[in-house]
C-alpha cells in the first residue's frame, strides 16, 4: 500500500519535523499512524519527502523524520477553464481533474450555465481549493493544483487551447497535441453558445469533440486531461503523479 501524503507549507530538507494540527490530527484519529510507519510529505510545488512516523499521539501529535528529499520536475501546464457544474459535480470535476493531472482550474460562469455563484464567489472557490487538496493527497501529486478566482464572460485564451465542443468537426483524438502550457475549455451542462465558441475560436482555439458520445461536464476535463497526459507518458514528458 503506498504510504499517505500529507501536505506542510514549508518542507525541511532534513531531520524531524511536526505536521501541522489539523493534518496531524487526520493521521492520528482517523489513519491511525503508529511510529516507525512511513509517510510522504509534500509542499505542493514538487518537493516530496520520504519520511518516517516518529510520534503520532492525541497528546504530541505527528511528528516524522526525513529518510529522503527530492524534487521533482514540473509536468506541462494544463489549464482547465470548466464552467461551473450543478451541486455536488462541481466537487467531482474538481476531483477528476485533480487526480488526472490539471495544473491550474479556473471556474467560469459561461453564459448557460446554471450554478449561481452571486455573492457566494469567493467561499465557492475555496471550497473547490480544499476539494483539490485532498484529491491530490489522495492521488499523492507532487503539484498541488492551483484553484484561480472566478471567471465571468468569454475566456480569453492565451496560447494553444482547445475548447470541448460536441458539434466540433475535428476530435480530441485526432488532433495534434501541442508541446508546451495548454488550456483546455469546457462547457456547461447546457453547452457552450455559438457566441463562445466562435470568439474563442478567433483567439486561436481549437474546438473538438471528444466522440459520438456527450460526456458530462464534470467528466470531460478529465477525460480529456488523460488523453493529453498520455502522450506525455508516451513521451517520457510527465513527471508528476
Known amino acids: 500500500m503506498t504510504a499517505p501524503l500529507f501536505y506542510v507549507d514549508t518542507l525541511p530538507a532534513s531531520g524531524a519535523f511536526s505536521i501541522g494540527s489539523d493534518e496531524g490530527r487526520h493521521a492520528v484519529a482517523v ?3 503508529k511510529p516507525g510507519q512511513d509517510v510522504l510529505v509534500s509542499d505542493g510545488a514538487g518537493g516530496m519527502a520520504h519520511c518516517t512516523v516518529v510520534t ?3 497528546t504530541q501529535g505527528l511528528s516524522v523524520e ?6 521533482r520536475p514540473a509536468p506541462r501546464e494544463l489549464t ?7 451541486g455536488e459535480r462541481a466537487d467531482t470535476a474538481v476531483e477528476l481533474m485533480t487526480e488526472t493531472g490539471v495544473s491550474r482550474i479556473i471556474p467560469w460562469a459561461s453564459a448557460r ?8 464567489g469567493e467561499r465557492k472557490v475555496e471550497r473547490w481549493r480544499r476539494v483539490a487538496r485532498a484529491a491530490g493527497k489522495q492521488s499523492r501529486r507532487a503539484y498541488l493544483p492551483d484553484v484561480g478566482d472566478l471567471l465571468e464572460g468569454v475566456p480569453s485564451v492565451q496560447g494553444p487551447a482547445l475548447v470541448l465542443h460536441e458539434d466540433a468537426p475535428a476530435s480530441l483524438f485526432t488532433t495534434p497535441i501541442p508541446d508546451g502550457p495548454l488550456t483546455v475549455v469546457v462547457g456547461p ?5 455559438d457566441g463562445e465558441v466562435d470568439a ?3 483567439q486561436g482555439a481549437v474546438a473538438v469533440n471528444l466522440g459520438e458520445t456527450i460526456m458530462r461536464t464534470s467528466t470531460a476535463a478529465a477525460a480529456a486531461c488523460v488523453w493529453i497526459r498520455g502522450f506525455e507518458i ?3 514528458t510527465c513527471h508528476d503523479r
Open 80 to 86: 482547465v477553464v470548466q464552467a461551473i457544474p450543478k
Open 200 to 202: 474563442m475560436s478567433q
Open 113 to 120: 450555465t446554471v450554478a449561481d455563484w452571486r455573492g457566494k
Open 66 to 71: 526525513v529518510v529522503r528529499r527530492e524534487q
Open 31 to 33: 489513519l491511525r499512524l
Open 234 to 236: 508516451m513521451r517520457g
Open 56 to 58: 503520532a499521539d492525541r
Open 189 to 193: 451542462e447546457g453547452g457552450l453558445t
